[in-house]
Nanobody, 126 residues
């Protein structure tokens, strides 16, 4: 069983930056594809970014160029650096992981992830 714990959310102003982290105690986490999803109030959960075990990344068009996903396999963490934040980035952000390692674009579908964290709130105020 893989347990994921997100941290780093908070309230920021437009244009600010935040760094989210996803940590796990799972010994094989460095072999998992790991992604970030978000859900705004009244909306469906949507894909944000994903990273393969080898570090290949894939982003949603709405965040590409502003967000950066990375992983530190020595610390069993995956991070999401969010820059130039906008009000529309306000959402609960979820970390997800799965042992599959296909082409990363395939992993934009949330149904491909077996493990999920509880989420962390990000609020961008204008």
């Amino acid at each position: 069983q893989v347990q994921l714990v997100e941290s780093g959310g908070g309230l920021v102003q437009v244009g600010d930056s935040l760094r989210l982290s996803c940590a796990t105690s799972g010994r094989t986490f460095n072999t998992y594809t790991t992604g970030w999803f978000r859900q705004a109030p009244g909306q469906e959960r949507e894909f944000v970014a994903t990273i393969s075990r080898r570090g290949t990344t894939y982003y949603a068009g709405s965040v590409e160029g502003r967000f950066t996903i990375s992983r530190d396999n020595t610390k069993n963490t995956v991070s999401l650096q969010m820059d130039s934040l906008k009000p529309e980035d306000t959402a609960v952000y979820y970390c997800a992981a799965d042992p599959k390692s296909p082409v990363v674009a395939f992993m934009r579908d949330e149904s491909n992830y077996a493990y999920w964290g509880q989420g962390t709130q990000v609020t961008v105020s204008s």
